[in-house]
Nanobody, 115 residues
């Protein structure tokens, strides 16, 4: 069983920055792709960033150039650095671990960007 726990959410003004952290345990962390998604009530969960086991990263256009995903395999952690935040970035942010055919999700952390 893989456990995923996010932290670092909060309230920030538009234009500000926030860094989310995610710790995954219960498996060999360095072998797995990790990702971040976000969800607003009433809407589908939206992909935000992915980092592969080899460190390659991908982002949708909505966050490219503003968000950066990184990983520290020694600490079993993945980070999401969010800069130039906009009110539309407000959401619950979820971390996931891609372990074989399965995705393991954390409980989410709220990010609120005020205008």
């Amino acid at each position: 069983q893989v456990q995923v726990v996010e932290s670092g959410g909060g309230l920030v003004q538009a234009g500000g920055s926030l860094r989310l952290s995610c710790t995954a345990s219960g498996s060999i962390f360095s072998r797995h792709a990790m990702g971040w998604h976000r969800q607003v009530p009433g809407k589908e969960r939206e992909w935000v960033a992915t980092i592969a086991a080899n460190g390659s990263t991908n982002y949708p256009d909505s966050v490219k150039g503003r968000f950066t995903i990184s990983r520290d395999n020694a600490k079993n952690r993945v980070y999401l650095q969010m800069n130039s935040l906009k009110p539309e970035d407000t959401a619950v942010y979820y971390c996931n671990a891609e372990v074989g055919l399965f995705d393991y999700w954390g409980q989410g952390t709220q990010v609120t960007v005020s205008s």
